[in-house]
């Protein structure tokens, strides 16, 4: 599965804003802060009298099943309808050697009956919150039968079984989401991992639908109604109940073939316009290309099914087969560079989960990461050796590394081979470390024991472990052979332990040898220190001709201090650390000179090592030992010169950004006058650099997005009405739909005159009808300044399940409803936002947890907040874990938001 922080139309974001105290000029904020006080008392009660029942499967649970049970195949009716609910029937065949009660996983269906080795049995008696218990006395040792009819609703959260209508042409598409534990919430089932089965497939549909699922079926026209088409699916392999699928509706198909392996894309109509599929199978092609020899291993199933999907909580799904897409992979515009690039990217890593995570699956969620961090890996290593995107380290550096970096970062982090207790927990697994640590140190790893030994080991590992599960035990045998290199040590440190290593280095150097004197530390709890092998980069400087000379020199480091000679071909006037970005470790450096880092940052001919150095310096701001003016005074002068779009495109991320830390929301920790003269200039230099940039070029459209971000006065709201209206012409340029709403999104949580933005909102949806422009309506309306407006979609928040809303649409309305400069409306909405985190259970769909948890965080930078976030927390001991784990990275980022104040003088 491919996931990213938080994605609103097309653009990834990372919503951890702060609050300017004079602003709140609302409500008296001492008073508030009382009140608060007052709620956690209450909600402490309400949480101690409320045990909740634990559906989800926890890992003992599991190991207890799987010892019970074998040889498992699913014979799997289903019937289609534009209802609301659709009909099943499961027949589930199985060995068992006991006789012990038995678990069937269900969530909230309905059943009409149950037979178990034809003994009818009551539905009633045996079906409660989530999980049929089929009685022991009623199984035998040998080969076992249930058959089951079931109904089950479908979907609105993007999980199980779901169903979207598009408000385009009003034709119904159905598509299922079955990771970590939703199988179940279509259809009973054995929901985990190391079960696999067979699975047979009927589906009866409308006839103009096509059906989708785990191998190619045999379609004929239902004998009792025309209207009606019969799909049968053959048997598949054994899968696991995570990666089989169903998908239906009227899709647009387009077909390939990649030697011997059908190839087919597809996507609701309304959209069909807006895809390009030869770049689709250029890029599955390349895969195939590089993964078969690569993998030792032929594509182990029988077609390549991609079909792009709807309101879907992540970016891709690697169901066998039959991939599912988010439509944000569908930009309504021409592709940027860096989308090709994601694209490509995305394609590669649910291709690679074809081998690590379908044909071979790990036992329990504690090994997600041999799923995850190999798919991470190998499709940027497929990227390098068989695409066109030679850049795609660099995209790993910039993207899956940092996240991996802050996600160690937090109180929450976890070793790569983490402790999951139960399908709960799995949930929360999907994030920095077990996708972009772990491919990380995999990289790492690789630079220790060299390419051929890598893949020789994984050859291995695939060959042993296909069609069946495995543990991390397992693949490291397999590594060790392959290379001898000792892998227990190794995976004790890097894969088994949490923690990042910090590392000083300093340095002196005489003829030319370079005597060096590395520092390693490892902060927080549990961290220990670890072997490295890294790079330096040595930098000689010619200041008149401005230019630079650059060699680089491997290193091994370990324990607390490491000292070593190194010759060079000159003393060098500055050293980058991790040049390559094969290690994985945060490099402290003292202040550098000014004039170096901007002299490097202007005159280094390689991207890749400039955005190293980029990101290091950032990083210093983010630790409060740089102020973010400095950061925007290098980030000014070099922008001007900047000519590599990837790292312009960077800066713009951190000078201009709305949300996060950025220069424009450090600004609200200042006075509303220094705010507007600061954001002014800002302006300023992004209008004047608009006009430098290339008509029709990827800069432009990069700019115009931090132009938006970035607006706050009325001077920079009438500069955006005029562009949206045509009355202000960029030579090359124009602008997208998807970038128009966010233009107008923008407008209405500044704007005061609400006649004008209203007529603008109706007015863009009738030109946008698609779902993305009736959501982004929504976002628009609850993005206005008004208490009153608020109070509405925050009725709606917390209480989704009595809204006729999506999962999708009120997450990209949360997402929209406290902007920056509403930091004082939402304080009024604390409580509220407390109050439905201590009512939220274990029955609630994770996905919606995690955003609402996420998208209203209460990141107001202050000691008050701060106080009463770890005092819900500590009162607070059964909250679900998405948002448990929310609130502990919120009150992280706001103590170092404290720190970064202080160092910033507010």
């Known amino acids: 599965m491919e996931r990213s922080k938080v994605e609103y139309m097309g653009y990834s974001i990372s919503k951890f804003p702060t609050i300017n105290k004079d602003s709140m000029n609302t409500i008296s904020f001492t008073k508030q802060i009382f009140y608060y006080a007052g709620i956690l008392v209450i909600t402490f009660l309400y949480d101690c009298a409320n045990p909740e029942f634990e559906y989800h499967l926890t890992q003992k649970e599991a190991e207890s099943r799987a010892s019970m049970i074998s040889d498992i195949a699913y014979d799997l009716q289903i019937q289609l309808t534009n209802s609301d609910e659709f009909n099943g029937k499961v027949t589930i065949e199985f060995d068992s050697n006991s006789k012990s009660d038995l678990r069937l996983d269900y969530f909230l269906g309905k059943l009409s009956s149950l037979r178990t080795n034809e003994t009818t049995l009551s539905p009633s008696d045996l079906y409660k919150n989530g999980v049929i218990w089929i009685p022991g006395r009623e199984l035998i040792r040998g080969r076992n039968k249930i058959e089951i009819e079931f109904k089950t609703s479908y979907s609105r959260s993007g999980n199980g079984l779901h169903k979207f209508v598009d408000p385009d042409d009003k034709e119904t598409y159905i598509y299922s989401q079955f990771e970590a534990f939703h199988a179940n919430k279509m259809f009973p089932c054995f929901d985990q991992p190391d079960l696999k089965a067979t699975f047979k497939l009927s589906v009866q549909a409308p006839k103009q639908w096509t059906v989708i699922s785990t191998t190619l079926p045999i379609i004929g026209i239902d004998p009792t109604d025309p209207n009606q088409r019969n799909f049968d699916f053959p048997i598949s392999k054994k899968i696991s109940t995570y990666v089989f699928s169903l998908h239906a509706g009227p899709y647009q198909i387009w077909e390939d073939r990649y030697e011997n392996i059908p190839l087919r894309l597809m996507v609701r109509k309304s959209l069909a316009r807006y895809v390009n599929p030869k770049d689709w199978f250029l890029f599955t092609k390349q895969g195939f290309e590089f993964f078969n020899p690569y993998f030792g291993i032929y594509y182990p ?526 304080l009024q909405f604390f409580d509220s936002y407390l109050d439905a985190l201590a009512n939220f259970n274990a029955f609630d769909d994770e996905n919606y947890l995690d955003s609402f948890a996420k998208s209203l965080s209460p990141d107001f930078c202050m000691d008050e907040t701060l106080l009463i976030l770890k005092k819900f927390v500590s009162n607070h001991k059964r909250l679900p874990a998405p948002v448990q784990k929310t609130i502990l990275k919120q009150i992280d980022l706001e103590t170092r938001c404290l720190v970064m104040r202080k160092k910033n003088k507010v």
């Open 301 to 826: 199933f029988e077609k390549y099914d991609q079909v792009i999907v709807p309101e879907f909580n992540f970016g891709a799904m690697e169901n066998v087969a039959a991939v599912t897409f988010s439509e944000r992979f569908v930009p309504r515009s021409e592709m940027t560079r860096a989308q090709k690039e994601n694209l490509s990217d995305v394609i590669l890593h649910e291709m690679a989960h074809m081998w690590f995570g379908n044909l071979v699956t790990m036992k329990w969620w504690n090994g997600l990461w041999l799923n995850e961090s190999f798919a991470t890996y190998m499709a940027s290593l497929a990227q390098a050796k068989n695409t066109e995107f030679q850049e795609t380290w660099i995209s790993f550096f910039e993207k899956m590394k940092q996240w991996a970096y802050e996600e160690d970062s937090f109180s929450t982090n976890h070793p790569i081979e983490a402790k999951v207790k139960n399908t709960e927990d799995a949930f929360t697994q999907f994030d920095g470390i077990t996708y972009g640590k772990g491919a990380s140190v995999l990289k790492q790893l690789v630079f220790f024991i060299g390419e051929e030994s890598f893949q020789r080991g994984v050859q291995n590992y695939l060959r042993r472990y296909s069609y069946s599960n495995s543990t991390l035990k397992d693949f490291l045998a397999e590594l060790e052979f392959a290379s001898g290199f000792p892998m227990k040590k190794w995976s004790k440190d890097w894969l088994e332990t949490k923690g990042t290593n910090e590392i000083s280095f300093s340095y002196v150097c005489n003829s030319n040898n370079l005597y060096w004197k590395i520092v390693q530390s490892n902060p927080g709890s549990e961290n220990k220190l670890r072997d490295h092998k890294s790079t330096i980069g040595a930098y000689k400087f010619n200041r008149e001709e401005k230019t630079l000379e650059v060699t680089n020199a491997p290193i091994l480091y370990s324990g607390r201090s490491t000292t070593a000679v190194t010759p060079l071909s000159f003393c060098p006037d500055f050293i980058l650390v991790n040049d390559e970005d094969q290690d994985f470790v945060i490099w402290n450096f003292e202040r550098i000179n000014p004039d170096d880092l901007k002299f490097v940052l202007a005159y280094d001919p390689s991207p890749f090592r400039k955005l190293i150095l980029w990101i290091s310096f950032y990083k210093q701001v983010l630790n409060g030992k740089e102020s973010f003016d400095f950061f925007y005074s290098v980030a000014k002068e070099i922008l001007s010169i900047e000519t590599d779009t990837k790292i312009k495109k960077w800066i713009l991320s951190k000078i201009a950004s709305d949300s996060g830390y950025s220069y424009v929301t450090s600004r609200y920790w200042f006075s509303e006058a220094q705010r507007i003269d600061n954001l002014s200039k800002l302006a300023d230099l992004l209008w004047k650099q608009l006009e430098k940039e290339k008509p029709n070029s990827d800069d432009q459209k990069y700019l115009v997005s931090a132009i938006i971000d970035a607006t706050y006065t009325e001077e920079q709201i009438s500069k955006l009405y005029s562009l949206l209206d045509g009355k202000l012409n960029i030579p090359g340029y124009k602008m997208d739909q998807d970038q128009r709403w966010s233009a107008i999104i923008k407008i209405s949580g500044l704007s005061k005159d609400r006649a004008k933005i209203q007529k603008l909102i109706d007015s863009e949806k009738k030109i946008d009808t698609s779902s993305r422009g009736v959501n982004s309506s929504y976002a628009a309306i609850a993005a206005e300044p008004n208490p009153i407006i608020k109070r509405q979609w925050m009725d709606i928040l917390l209480s989704p399940k009595k809204s006729d809303l999506s999962s999708s649409t009120l997450r990209t309305v949360s997402y929209s409803l406290f902007p920056e400069n509403q930091k004082d409306i939402q």
